[in-house]
């Protein structure tokens, strides 16, 4: 199993202004809907009046079409506003838009149905009804913009189709013929009181629908921002968390070592003659206590961004060979084999980071290790470098692939681990972050592991321009 160790970075993100745009309008189609149904009781209930008023006046077979049209609008927009709340009502973004965009000729047709009262009743009712049916379009169009001026289009459609069914019902007449001369000022006048009133209905609606949208855009800023604060406030809780973690961790590993120090200091001064047994009992203890400070050093200046990185040339060869010297008697201590594998090969690094790195994998694996040995070998692919150190010790459960990368994290059940101090995995998992490399694992529990470290092609273009210098004689 292949376990990539580079860690994910979760930030809250702002939203697109696609993503508030689309949430913006579902919640206007919502405000629309809401309104839809006082609107239509209003509607429900003007409709007998005005019929009660027209017959008798006004031709019974237009009127009858009117009348069955207007109820069939009614039937048609209450089962449109039933349908929106049993299945689009907890629903936002798109599926609001694509319901309101399938029924959103309704509005039109209602408007433009109720535009035609003026048409069936205008030089042919009584002075007293027209009056009434003008009162009840002018409602109408009042009416609209406080019930559909939140969602523009609708409204828009609405109020259009309303003024321009008015407009045919004023003009009609008039080019037929059926306006007298006296009175073709009075139609001019009304025409022209109509459209003053459909552009100050347009504007305020206008305005209307700009207050409702404002008021959803902050909304929708106030609750990006309350999520972000919420994040950070949790990444604040975790950052507390690890730090006293680590504290805790970090003194309970510093302790030990300082108390052995001081028994082992306790008992040369009263005894002076076991010098020789406990000296090298007092050095173990001193470079435990070293290493532990090597190690929080580094994460401490790792996580500040403080470590300096220097790249040149590295021979991949003379690094093992170095590693070698290091790591050898160590692996001879513990009757272990420690082997290196490389074919001359120069790499464009940071020496110090990349021994750092390489260097904690095989002091690891050789702390895991009881029997067999460690390899440390080198490959060279088409896309990336590759650094393997294999083990044939304890491996390591898939359980904990993940978690061994933490700080102060201890399988408890690998042997050898006691003086081990659980910052070495931490440690390199940050620097190979920090150099844009990839570290991989690969184990299974008693039967030895595999670490990989992945330098990019695209990090190497340091070595291949001071290689072609070197060859052209440019580089000493």
Same mark, same amino acid.
């Given at each position: 199993?292949? !376990?990539?160790?580079?860690p994910a970075t979760h930030q809250h993100m702002p939203a697109s202004p696609e993503v508030r745009e689309q949430w913006v309008n579902s919640k206007l189609i919502g405000v629309l809907m809401d309104n839809a149904l006082p609107s239509l009781i209003s509607t429900a209930l003007a409709l007998p009046i005005v019929l009660f008023l027209m017959v008798g006046e006004v031709p019974m077979l237009p009127l009858t079409l009117w009348?069955?049209?207007?109820?069939?609008?009614?039937?048609?927009?209450?089962?449109?506003?039933?349908?929106?709340?049993?299945?689009?009502?907890?629903?936002?973004?798109?599926?609001?838009?694509?319901?309101?965009?399938?029924?959103? $000729?309704?509005?039109?047709?209602?408007?433009?149905?109720?535009?035609?009262?003026?048409?069936?009743?205008?030089?042919?009712?009584?002075?007293?009804?027209?009056?009434?049916?003008? %009162?009840?379009?002018?409602?109408?169009? %009042?009416?609209?913009?406080?019930?559909?001026?939140?969602? %523009?289009? =609708?409204?828009?459609?609405?109020?259009?189709?309303?003024?321009?069914?008015?407009?045919?019902?004023?003009?009609?007449?008039?080019?037929?013929?059926?306006?007298?001369?006296?009175?073709?000022?009075?139609?001019?006048?009304?025409?022209?009181?109509?459209?003053?009133? $459909? $552009?100050?209905?347009?504007?305020?609606?206008?305005?209307?629908? &700009?207050?409702?949208?404002?008021?959803?855009?902050? &909304?929708?800023?106030?609750?990006?921002?309350?999520?972000?604060?919420?994040?950070?406030?949790?990444?604040?809780?975790?950052?507390?968390a690890t730090k006293n973690r680590f504290l805790a961790s970090a003194a309970h590993d510093l302790r030990q070592p300082v108390h052995a120090l001081s028994l082992y200091a306790d008992w040369l001064a009263t005894e002076p003659e076991m010098a020789r047994e406990i000296a090298p009992r007092m050095l173990q203890s001193t470079r435990a206590i070293n290493e532990l400070f090597d190690s929080l050093f580094d994460l401490t200046?790792?996580?500040?961004?403080?470590?300096?990185?220097?790249?040149?040339?590295?021979?991949?060869?003379? %690094?093992?060979?170095?590693?070698?010297?290091?790591?050898?008697?160590?692996?001879?201590?513990?009757? #272990?084999?420690?082997?290196?594998? =490389?074919?001359?090969?120069?790499? $464009?690094?940071?020496?110090?980071? #990349?021994?750092?790195?390489?260097?904690?994998?095989?002091?690891?694996?050789?702390?895991?290790? &009881?029997?067999?040995?460690?390899?440390?070998?080198?490959?060279?692919?088409?896309?990336?470098?590759?650094?393997?150190?294999?083990?044939?010790?304890?491996?390591?459960?898939?359980?904990?692939?993940?978690?061994?990368?933490?700080?102060?994290?201890?399988? *408890?059940?690998?042997?050898?681990?006691?003086?081990? #101090?659980?910052?070495?995995?931490?440690?390199?998992?940050?620097?190979?972050?920090?150099?844009?490399?990839?570290?991989?694992?690969?184990?299974?529990? @008693?039967?030895? *592991?595999?670490?990989?470290?992945?330098?990019?092609?695209?990090? &190497?273009?340091?070595?291949?321009?001071?290689?072609?210098?070197?060859?052209?004689? @440019? !580089?000493?």
């Amino acid at each position: 199993m292949l !376990v990539d160790t580079q860690p994910a970075t979760h930030q809250h993100m702002p939203a697109s202004p696609e993503v508030r745009e689309q949430w913006v309008n579902s919640k206007l189609i919502g405000v629309l809907m809401d309104n839809a149904l006082p609107s239509l009781i209003s509607t429900a209930l003007a409709l007998p009046i005005v019929l009660f008023l027209m017959v008798g006046e006004v031709p019974m077979l237009p009127l009858t079409l009117w009348g069955v049209l207007l109820l069939g609008l009614l039937a048609f927009r209450y089962r449109m506003i039933a349908t929106y709340h049993l299945r689009y009502d907890t629903t936002e973004g798109a599926v609001r838009t694509e319901f309101i965009r399938r029924y959103g $000729w309704s509005w039109a047709a209602a408007g433009a149905a109720w535009g035609a009262s003026i048409g069936l009743t205008f030089l042919q009712a009584s002075p007293l009804t027209q009056f009434v049916c003008g %009162l009840v379009v002018l409602g109408h169009g %009042l009416l609209s913009l406080t019930a559909f001026s939140a969602y %523009l289009p =609708a409204f828009r459609s609405y109020i259009n189709a309303l003024v321009a069914s008015v407009l045919l019902g004023l003009t009609g007449p008039m080019l037929l013929g059926m306006v007298p001369m006296a009175g073709l000022k009075y139609v001019a006048a009304l025409v022209l009181l109509l459209l003053i009133f $459909w $552009w100050l209905l347009r504007l305020a609606g206008e305005r209307l629908h &700009q207050v409702h949208r404002a008021s959803f855009e902050l &909304q929708f800023s106030n609750q990006e921002l309350i999520d972000s604060l919420t994040e950070q406030t949790r990444a604040s809780l975790r950052a507390v968390a690890t730090k006293n973690r680590f504290l805790a961790s970090a003194a309970h590993d510093l302790r030990q070592p300082v108390h052995a120090l001081s028994l082992y200091a306790d008992w040369l001064a009263t005894e002076p003659e076991m010098a020789r047994e406990i000296a090298p009992r007092m050095l173990q203890s001193t470079r435990a206590i070293n290493e532990l400070f090597d190690s929080l050093f580094d994460l401490t200046r790792i996580d500040a961004g403080n470590y300096k990185v220097r790249l040149q040339l590295v021979d991949v060869r003379q %690094l093992f060979a170095d590693m070698a010297l290091q790591f050898e008697p160590v692996a001879a201590s513990k009757s #272990l084999k420690f082997r290196t594998h =490389a074919r001359p090969f120069t790499i $464009w690094a940071d020496p110090v980071i #990349l021994r750092r790195i390489l260097g904690n994998l095989v002091s690891n694996a050789l702390r895991h290790t &009881q029997r067999g040995g460690v390899l440390l070998g080198f490959r060279e692919r088409s896309d990336v470098l590759v650094f393997e150190v294999w083990d044939t010790g304890a491996g390591i459960a898939r359980e904990h692939q993940q978690a061994i990368f933490q700080e102060f994290f201890r399988v *408890s059940r690998h042997q050898g681990t006691e003086d081990s #101090l659980g910052l070495g995995l931490t440690i390199v998992s940050k620097l190979t972050t920090m150099m844009g490399y990839r570290l991989a694992l690969n184990s299974e529990a @008693n039967r030895g *592991s595999v670490f990989r470290l992945m330098l990019p092609a695209c990090t &190497q273009r340091g070595a291949a321009i001071a290689e072609g210098a070197g060859a052209a004689g @440019n !580089v000493p």
